[in-house]
């Protein structure tokens, strides 16, 4: 997540390697340490990108050189992206087919986005090197996840009345301003002892998998398309809408929200 932390990726250390020198029990302590940082929430910043990153982005010398200096976290950040594309294609079949299943997809792969969204920042402090790109492709990958593919889910089940698609559009383009803001504001929150952004201004992305969530029990239950919950209002007329397309509305509202500020655990 952008807004749970800075990036950081590779080091000259590889934990997998045991000095030969060393106890073996010393050795095997390092890689169980290393291998619990995974799970961790430190938040701790990395520090920034060397002149030597800058130089092999910038510079015409290298060949391929978008490819080579992508880190290991910024690949695991793509996968997030993937993931989000992906759910986007199941909620076509299913709009296509009809078949169930494909929406039942589009959901499980906004989860695995998450969870690619939570482990690269993991490894990018196992790493403990920053990446020039990091946050820029964490923050696009957010938006293809938990912007465009709930947005998608919503109008496949039936949320897809003119208004309907208005408020979609609305939800998505807050997501956009509200990752565009951090990315510009980020070095200006308040901050901890620890360096860590007390707070997050308004709903971090990865919230509206609540939306998904609820989402995923009107499917199980089937209500979706005439069945939706609160049903449409203004049926076959100008400015027909469906209620329930009201809680993107709101969500959108808390993304973009400066005063509405979230502690970070």
């Not at 050189?65 to 793509?78: C, E, G, P, V, W």
């Not at 820029?136 to 009345?161: C, Y």
């Not at 979706?224 to 400015?239: C, K, N, T």
């Not at 959108?252 to 502690?263: E, N, R």
Request: with cysteine; glycine share 8%.
């Amino acid at each position: 997540m952008s807004e749970v932390r800075n990036r950081g990726k590779l080091d000259e250390h590889d934990d997998n390697v045991v000095d030969s020198d060393e106890p073996l029990h010393n050795s095997l302590t390092k890689k169980r340490s290393s291998s619990l940082s995974l799970l961790t929430i430190d938040t701790k910043p990395l520090a920034p990108p060397n002149e030597a990153d800058i130089e092999k982005f910038t510079s015409d010398k290298y060949h391929f050189s978008m490819i080579r200096n992508l880190h290991m976290a910024d690949f695991i950040t793509m996968l997030n992206g993937f993931s989000g594309f992906y759910s986007i294609i199941s909620c076509l079949r299913f709009t296509l087919t009809g078949r169930p299943h494909y929406v039942q997809r589009a959901h499980f792969f906004i989860i695995l986005g998450m969870c690619f969204d939570f482990l690269d920042g993991r490894v990018a402090r196992l790493r403990n090197r920053s990446s020039l790109m990091g946050q820029e492709l964490d923050s696009l990958a957010d938006l293809v996840s938990f912007g465009v593919a709930p947005a998608s889910i919503a109008f496949s089940l039936g949320i897809q009345t003119t208004l309907d698609v208005f408020v979609l559009s609305f939800f998505v383009l807050c997501g956009i301003a509200r990752l565009a803001r951090f990315n510009v504001t980020v070095g200006q929150l308040p901050k901890d002892v620890k360096g860590k952004s007390k707070y997050f201004e308004g709903f971090p992305m990865p919230t509206t998998l609540v939306l998904v969530f609820g989402m995923a029990y009107l499917v199980s239950k089937n209500y979706i398309f005439d069945a939706l919950p609160l049903g449409i209002v203004r049926g076959g007329q100008v400015f027909e809408f469906h209620p329930i397309v009201l809680t993107f509305f709101v969500h959108g509202c808390g993304m973009i929200s400066k005063s509405l500020k979230i502690p970070k655990p």
